[in-house]
Structure formats: structure tokens, C-alpha cells
């Protein structure tokens, strides 16, 4: 009846935003998408990802048992609608889309807690009764790693999807769907007008409409700039895990996915097994606080993954064939949880901060932002509602926690140092850290300010690269 | 037929488009708009809703439309408001007009309007008072209105006189059923209603039970606006929400915040002649 407007406009066209378009379109409203459908899609993290369906195997030893109550519950009411959410996909596309079942958690030297990482890994999937076995790492098919692995972790509720499949079958779906429209440009801004909002691309198309999502990651806060409308939404702080991931054809099979638990700040190593064949090599993270999105993978990134998968998965990795490297930047917030749902104005809403789960929450994700939607208030009090409190941490409180991790990250994989050094470079990054953070020098002023602006764990990596600038 | 209506589109974004403040700048707000070249202003304060683009669409719907004939005519003008109608029909030469509204406010802004366009005070028949009470026999000419149109909610109720105006029961149709269930006690035969009938509000469930009833149903015009949300600006997830589920059981139409009114012109058959 009426051309040129919509009900809802997502901005963003990565897993979050098509997931979000797809259920939207689903329950009968017009939606327009503003977001890259052709092209090298730079940056986007769906692109990039080993879309492993990680219920329990992000689970950290560290977290507190209330985030990982939280963050398990969202992830398993994610997994036991993934199968009818690629049905439907499969559906509307006409693509088949297959999950392949199981993911091994080994550990071993290299990460000095591997046992206790497994251990909560273990504890959290027997808390919410799935299945956990504990295994030889004898037992998994493609570990043949330089450090020797003493433990293994078999979660067979756990799954991986080939994720380029997967975006391209949910960008068919939206595309093909009549209640959708798609506007092939980035979005560039969004202003009201009325009580209308208006989404702007760089296309010089604008879309009227009642609703506007921001799926657009870590250029979310570029979009919405610093005007009034950006002050009603009151979005949290949002960066990104700058990650980088290969894909490779290599002389052995990985019949379904290997990880290490979690660590140094990064989602340890693991291989996702792709279709015929080829094998994705991911993962690393690195906190960016402007993100690049045209920037191609580093050779040190590069040499990190070969390097590390060598190390811990299989040593044949550099006898593979390089098939295609991917940069994607992972949404993520201060207390690392995502962001779903109404904004402080009523027709605004986040879909991102996602971080490394954005694969497996999409279907959750996209569900809790279309009921904020079609039944308001729904979720008002939702741990991952854009309207929560989100404290900055103590900062004494985050360099205690971090620099263990730092010290780790440097060593790893497989770098030695002498028994008890660990330790000492610990307490001696500590003090150093502590004297940053209320020194009056102008290094100190720099750490302080790279502090504010993103007070969180991963900011410490940072503090190396600002180390040298400063000498 | 659909293509012969003739279709008005207002820009987005925009209120106020055919009827703008204008004026004064102390006292009420004050709307001036041009009826078959008169020029009427209209003040509204208070409990009383201001004219939107709604209301005003049907005076642009009548205005190039020669066949509702007005010159003389007796009109009720039910839920008057701030008095539009009353004085638009009135500087086009109707003979007497019955303002009617439940709010008293609006009634006296009726008679306000009237004497603000220079209009004989003895021409204005202003009751306060619930449409499902008015006694008949069938005596008018035209009946005019222009319907609340919200349904109803506990998240952005009110009991005041721009709630009334603006929201009409659970799917927003409460005073559209009253006028058609009253319609023959009104009309007399061979009058007509005229009805800025919005497409939150089933169009095609009212067309037809005129048309059921023996009413000869015409649109006069299709006007494409924003849906005039300002007053529930606050609230406007939930109110779209409810549309939402109306819109599913296919009793609403409209697209993000763009929907219609249609102006329809519905005569009463003269006996014998149906």
C-alpha cells in the first residue's frame, strides 16, 4: 500500500542484522536493510568467524558464577532453537545448511591453568545437564600438536557451521523475502525527523521508518554520532576484538572442531572443519578502540595463528595451502555482554556485543531485539538489555586480573621461562601497571586516558604497543 | 476504481502540513486553512486537540468535490473538537450545524471558533453530550466526523480530553460502530455521511456495512500521512505494538509510521429508490 518506508530499518548486515531482518520479516513487518550485500564485506565478524556453537566452551575459570549462569542460559536457549532456525533459513533460501556436531576442549602446557579451564568447562555443561566426557587426547582425530596435550574435553551438544554457508544462505533468504528491502551501502548516520527516524547510507539513500536496529558492531557509536538522539539511545561504550582467521586445505582432517579453552585475552586456537575438506585456522583478538574496517590482516596476525595452531593443534599446519584470510572485528562491551534489545528512545535498538558467541546467539539474539519490538517491555529488565548499568570496573581490581594473562600472551605458545619467573614478572607487571595508573608523568597520563576510554582487561595488550610509541 | 481515487500524499516527518500554526504567538495555537475560498483560523488550547492533518484531509477531499452539496444543509458534526467542521461547513454555506462532543471543552471551543470566523452564534447548536444518546428523528442533511482512531492501552491511558479525541476502544473502532449502529437515526434519507475514516480502523469492514445497509459509498480521496503520534511520542512502541497485532488480523494498514485516511461519502437511500 505504502512505498518508500518501513517498519523496522536494520543497520548492518552481518549474522546479528539478517538474523534480526529474518524473525522481523517472520512476524509480518516491512523491513528495509542498510548494509553491505555484495563486495568484500571488510571487517564484518560473521565473515570472519569459526561459527563453533560454544555453549560451554567459552566458559572461563575466572568468570563469576553469576555471568556464566547468565551467559550459559542465553547461549543453550540459542543451541535448542539453532536446528529449526536453520530449517527455517533452509526454508527461505532453498540452501541446505548442516551442523556438524561436537566440539573437543583440549588442554595442555602451554596455558598454565588447561586443567582448571576444562574443569569449569566440565562443571558448567554438568550444572545444566549436558554432556561432558573427559578423553585421551589420543582419541581426537587431527591433534597432533608440538606441545603434547594431557587432557581432552568432548562436548558433543556443541557444534560448528560453516559460516560463509550460513550468512550467505540468511542473505538469500532476506533478500528473496518480499516484506524486505535491501539497500547495498553502509549506513552513514541516523537523525529523527518527527517522529520519524531516518536512516542515512552512503549511497545517498534514505530510509524513513518507525524502528531502527544498530547491527553495525563496533561503527555504531560513528553512526549514531554525539547529537540528542545519540544522548536519549545512551548506548554503552562499545570496541571491538579485532580478530584474524585462515582458511586452509591441509594434508590431514579434522572431522569435527578442536579448541583450547580461552586464554592470554584470546580465544585460545582451534580448527572448524569446512566443506570439502578445507579448514578454518582462527582465532586471534585484539582490543581495538578505532576500529579499521579496511585494514587486511598483519603478517604478525598471520604468523600468530600458524604459530600457535602448529603449537597446540597440528604440527602439518604449515604444510597447508592458503585458501583466504578474513579480518573481522567482534563487537564487545565493558562486562562483555552483548547488547539486544530497546535503547533509552523507544524505536531504537541495539543488536550487537556479541563478542566471540555472535554465531550461536544470532537466532537469541535476533528474537529478544523483534520482541522489543512487537511487544515492548518485554526484556526491559534483560541482563543483556542496552539499559543496564554497566560500571566501569576498579581499575586496581582489572590490572590484578590482567596481568597474568599479559604474561601468558607474551609466552605463549610454548615459550619457556624459569620455574618460578612467571610469577615474578607477574608481581613486577603489577607494581609497574599499579605506578601507570596514579603516576602523574606523561606515559602515566596516556595509560590513564587509554583506561578511561576502554576499561577492560583487554586494554592491557594495548598498553605493549603503546610501550613503544611512548619510548 | 482504485486509480480514480484521487490520492493526496503529505511529506513525512512533517505535522501540521495542511493546516499550519500560524498567527498570533500568545493565547492558543492558532491553524488557518482555505475552505472553497473561505479562510478560516481555528484556535485550540487545553483539552482540546488541535486540528491535525487527519481532520483537515477531508476539507481538502471536499474542496474539489462538487457533488456533496452543502449550500443550506443541516450537519452534525460529531466529535466536533476544536469546531473545524462546524465552522468550515458553516463559511461554505451550510444553514446550521449541531457540534457535538463528549468533552465540553471542545464544544466551547466550537462556539468560539465559530464567533473567532465571524459566524452568527444562533447558527451553532453546541451539545455536550455521548452520540449513543442523541435523540433522533433523522433530521440531518450531512454528517461529519472524523473518528479517534488509536486503540486503547494501559501504558499510555489517560482521562483526558485528547484521549478521548485520538483513541477509540480496544482496536480503535468503538465510535466508528456507534455512528454506523446510530447512522439511520440521524440521516435523513438521501443525506450522506462524511468520514475521514483511517486505514488503522478497517475501511473495508465499515464500507461494508454501509454498503449492506443500502448506502451508496464513495472515496472522495486516499490521503497518505504520518501516523500523527506526537502526544504518545513516549509510549509509541507500545501503541505501534498494538497496531502491529490488528495489522496481523488485517484490520489496520499502514507501513513504519505512513498509513492512510480515506474520505468517504456514504448516502442514505431515499425510500423506494434502494
Known sequence: MIKGSADVTVAGSGLLGLATAFELAQRGM?????????????????????????????????????????????????????????????????????????????????????????????????????????????????????????????????????????????????????????????????????????????????????????????????????????????????????????????????????????????????????????????????????????????????????????????TRLREAELLDVRVGHRPVTTDHLPLLGRTGHPMVHLATGTYRCGVLLAPRAAQIVADGITTPGRHDRHPYSPRRPMPAPALAELLAGSTHGLVEMLCQPGGQLPAGGAERLEAFLNAALAELATGRTGPAAAVQRMWRRAPMAETVPLLLDAAARVS | MVGDRPRLVLPPGVGNVLCPIGGETAGPAVGEYVFRGCRLRLGAAGDVLFPTDVGVSLLAALNGEAAVPIVGAQVLDVGCGSGLYTVALLLAGAARVTALDVNPACTAAAIDNAARNGLDPGVVEAITGDLAALAGPPRWDLVVCNPPHFPSDPAYASADGLETALVGGVDGRALYDVLLARLDDLLRPGGT???????????????????????????????????PLRRYAAARDVLLARLYQLRAAGSAAFTGLRFEVHTLAATRPVEGQE
Do not use: K
Open chain 1, 30 to 314: 516491512a523491513v528495509a536493510v542498510v548494509g553491505p550485500r555484495t563486495g568484500p564485506h571488510g571487517g564484518q565478524a560473521s565473515r570472519a568467524a569459526g561459527a563453533m556453537l560454544t555453549v560451554f566452551s567459552e566458559v572461563e575459570s575466572t568468570h563469576p558464577p553469576d555471568r556464566v549462569r547468565v551467559e550459559v542460559g542465553e547461549r543453550l536457549a540459542a543451541r535448542a532453537g539453532y536446528e529449526q532456525w536453520l530449517a527455517a533459513i533452509t526454508a527461505a533460501s532453498g540452501r541446505s545448511l548442516a551442523l556438524v556436531p561436537g566440539v573437543w576442549v583440549v588442554a595442555n602446557a602451554v596455558g598454565a591453568d588447561d586443567a582448571a579451564e576444562l574443569a569449569a568447562i566440565r562443571a558448567a555443561a554438568i550444572e545444566h545437564g549436558d554432556p561432558a566426557e573427559t578423553a585421551d587426547p589420543g582419541e581426537v582425530i587431527g591433534l597432533a600438536p608440538q606441545h603434547r596435550a594431557h587432557q581432552a574435553l568432548w562436548l558433543p551438544t556443541e557444534a560448528s557451521v560453516d559460516a560463509t554457508a550460513l550468512t550467505a544462505a540468511l542473505a538469500a533468504a532476506v533478500y528473496g523475502h518480499p516484506r524486505c528491502t535491501w539497500t547495498d551501502a553502509l549506513v552513514t548516520g541516523v537523525r529523527e525527523s518527527g517522529e520519524q527516524l531516518v536512516v542515512a547510507a552512503d549511497d545517498g539513500t534514505a530510509i524513513t521508518c518507525a524502528h531502527v536496529v544498530l547491527a553495525a558492531g563496533a561503527a555504531i557509536p560513528v553512526v549514531l554520532g554525539d547529537g540528542e538522539l545519540a544522548e536519549q539511545v545512551g548506548a554503552p561504550p562499545l570496541w571491538s576484538g579485532r580478530g584474524t582467521s585462515l582458511l586452509v586445505r591441509a594434508p590431514f582432517t579434522v572431522p569435527v572442531a578442536i579448541r583450547t579453552p580461552n586464554r592470554g585475552f584470546a580465544c585460545g586456537s582451534h580448527l572448524v572443519p569446512r566443506p570439502d575438506g578445507r579448514l578454518y585456522l582462527g582465532g586471534t583478538n585484539r582490543l581495538s578502540t578505532q576500529p579499521d574496517y579496511g585494514r587486511s590482516a598483519g603478517l604478525d596476525e598471520i604468523a600468530t595463528l600458524v604459530h600457535d595452531g602448529g603449537a597446540e593443534l597440528n
Open chain 2, 193 to 227: 455521511l462524511l468520514l475521514a475514516h483511517s486505514s488503522l480502523t478497517d475501511v473495508a469492514r465499515t464500507e461494508a456495512r454501509l454498503t449492506a445497509a443500502g448506502y451508496a459509498v464513495r472515496t472522495l480521496q486516499v490521503c497518505e500521512l504520518d501516523i
